[in-house]
């Protein structure tokens, strides 16, 4: 990560207070809207701080497009939606270069258009619907924030934010994204069904004459401020050796790692995921309105983390083991770092 200013004191006491008080606001605007799915929210709110993508995984018609639309609502923010199908190309979503004639000089000349990637928030539905070249268009505008066409470069505005959605019970004439892409993704997000009650009151809200509009609680301008704050909190060495631990033991050729991990996982981790256990645990804690992090805030986000990144082999197949299981099974048996023997050996390095 690159080398950051550190917190300053009251300045920024204050701006924690104020991102706390913004979270509840945000939350109530949006379950003026969303029933339920609040561990949905708030994973989706610890990307966009970290500046990073996430990927959605659920089945239809459980509000995927409602959810980002309202978010750019609640956040005074540009929204746009693609469909990804089979014959989407890479200039439906980065623009593409235009010949225009001068009425006055007749004088022909190409001009760039720029397309539906140049918002703040661009849900990506489907996007496995689409064949490789398509993908790696939007990854690539994922990575560097920009676009080159015609050897010119178009920067996109901040604040980014791709979600992107895929749908887990269709895979005739899809195209899985390959695993190194996937990595690129902060995040893979799980929406399960509702509960009963939550599922009446979707009903109850969706089928009378008007839905309730959420009001702006957020401009970009703040949460750029977010973004760049969550880089300047600090974490104890303890924390940062725990998230290593975690990935690192996901891994099946570890030295000192787990039998069940050996038995069940084909590809661990890598360091980008130690990257993001530390970056959203920052962002929960911000949330949450605490300046410390905890080894709890790692473990929270650990599943969305590897979730995509943890490939399991045949062997957990055949058990009916799934990531999910790893996941849970890691976490338990990885031993969280003591901070007093932390201090002790400050202490006889002095």
Known sequence: MPDTPPVRGREDAEL????ADVREKLLTEIRRVIIGQDDVLEQILIAMFCRAHSLVVGVPGLAKTLIVRTLAQTMNLDFKRIQFTPDLMPSDITGTEVLQIDPETQRREFKFVPGPVFTNILLADEINRTPPKTQA????????CRVTSARQTYAIEAPFFVLATQNPIEQEGTYPLPEAQLDRFMFNIVIRYPSREEEVQIVRATTGESLPEPRKVMEGREILQVQQFVRRVPVSDHVVEYAADVVRASRPDAQQGFQFIRDWVEWGAGPRAAQYLILGAKARALLDGRYNV???????VAPPVLRH????NFNADSQGVGVEDVIGKLLQSVPEPNEA????KARSAK
């Open 16 to 19: 924690i207070a104020r991102l």
């Open 137 to 144: 268009a939007l990854l690539e505008c994922m990575q560097e």
């Open 294 to 300: 905890s080894c709890s805030d790692v473990r929270a």
């Open 309 to 312: 990144r943890i490939i399991t």
């Open 341 to 344: 023997g932390y201090a002790r």
